[in-house]
Each structure stands twice: as C-alpha cells, then as structure tokens.
C-alpha cells in the first residue's frame, strides 16, 4: 500500500517565519509534486520534481522553494510566510512519466497570523 | 480560459438517482485522464481512469469524448456515502503535469 505522509495536519505560522513543510512517499516514486487547496480555486500546482535534486516551477512558484536530496522526500519552504500563503497544503507522488495515479498525502493546512 | 473546466454544482440528488458530470478541457493533445474523489477535509483519491474506450466500474462510467474534448463520470443508484468532491485531472500530452479541474460538489441526501 502507497504511503505518504507530511509532517505536520495543523500548522500555525507568524507572518515572517520561514516555514518548512516536509513529504515523505515509501514506494520510490520518482514523481512528486506539492499544491495548494483553496475554496473555490482548486488544487493549484506550486512545485514538482521528476528526480533527485530535480525541480519545475509549477502554477504559482512565488514565494515558495522546494528541496529534494532523496528520492523518498520532497520540501517544500515558505522563506518568509506571509498571510496569503494561509492554506491547505497537498503533497503527491506518481510513479514513472505521471500519467498515472497520484498519491496524497493527509495534507497540511497551515494558518500564517 | 482555464484548461480544465468543472461545473461547481453543487447538485443535489436524492437517493437512487442517476447523475452525470462533465468535465471540458482545452488542449487537444491530452492524453491522460482521471476522476478522482475528494471527501471534506480529506486528500483526494483516485476514483477511476478514463479510457478511450469508456470504463465502468459498478455504479460509475466515465466516458471520453475526443472530438468535442469532454470527459463525464455517470453515477447510477446513488448513495449517501457518494457525496463528495469530484475532480477532473487531465495530463497534458508530453508533460509530467497533471491539471486539476475545481472540482464539482455532490449531496446525496435520503
């Protein structure tokens, strides 16, 4: 069974802090991508990576990097978060080229006063 | 235009019912497609691929429609457990992007 976790459900930010939200998949995908959730708008691509060190901005790469040293952990880093960036957050994996299935993980919903 | 466009709905059926959904996309060489389910303050969850030739999958068909660039998810005999968020995903031909329709909300209600 396909598993992947994030670090943390609840999340609660000042606005300035640098944030870190971690992703861990179990299966060796070599795909993984990171959204954002909001009513109303969707899942909207911010980052994804096809490999190891490998990243692609995704829809709305600003004000978020992402870090990717293993095969089985995807970062994603909010260097000065701001109160806009408030939001759930959506990991996902996919083996191969994605055009399979994505796995989510749980999701992280992060409130930045 | 956003690529892949849901109605929001939400459409409210009773029990039993039969209800469909569309979902358009703009780019002709899609190749890839997918309804996936989202229940409240869950993460979304593959419900079923969508083939060229159609794919039924107990009370859910999707079908694919090329020429005029649709996909649809029919659910026949609904249940109170189907009410969810149904989302449309769309893979760009030659792209590792999935794109993410907004979703369209169902209430199955008794």
């Known amino acids: 069974d396909v598993k992947v976790t994030q670090s943390s459900r609840y999340l609660v930010k000042r606005t300035g802090e640098k944030v870190f939200l971690e992703c861990v998949q179990d299966m060796d995908h070599e795909n993984m991508f990171w959204y954002r959730q909001d009513p109303g708008l969707g899942l909207r691509l911010i980052y994804f990576?096809?490999?190891?060190?490998?990243?692609e901005k995704g829809d709305i790469p600003e004000g978020y990097s992402v870090s990717r040293e293993k095969k089985e952990r995807f970062s994603l880093i909010l260097e000065s978060a701001s109160t806009n960036q408030t939001s759930m957050y959506l990991c996902a994996s996919t083996i191969g080229q994605g055009f399979g299935e994505q796995y989510f993980g749980p999701g992280t919903r992060l409130t930045v006063t | 235009r956003k690529e892949v466009e849901q109605d929001p709905g939400p459409f409210n059926v009773p029990e039993g019912a039969t209800v469909a959904f569309n979902c358009t996309y703009s780019?002709?060489?899609?190749?890839?497609f997918f309804w996936y389910r989202q229940d409240c303050r869950k993460e979304p969850k593959l419900l079923m691929s969508?083939?060229?030739s159609g794919n039924e999958d107990g009370r859910f068909t999707a079908q694919l429609n090329r020429a005029s660039q649709y996909i649809s998810l029919l659910i026949r005999d609904s249940k109170l457990s189907d009410s969810a968020t149904y989302l449309c995903?769309?893979?760009?031909?030659?792209?590792?992007?999935?794109?993410f329709g907004r979703g369209t909300s169902l209430i199955v209600h008794p």
């Open positions: 990576s096809y490999d190891v060190k490998m990243k």
């Open positions: 969508v083939y060229s």
């Open positions: 995903v769309v893979n760009q031909g030659g792209s590792y992007i999935p794109t």
């Open positions: 780019n002709s060489a899609s190749q890839s």
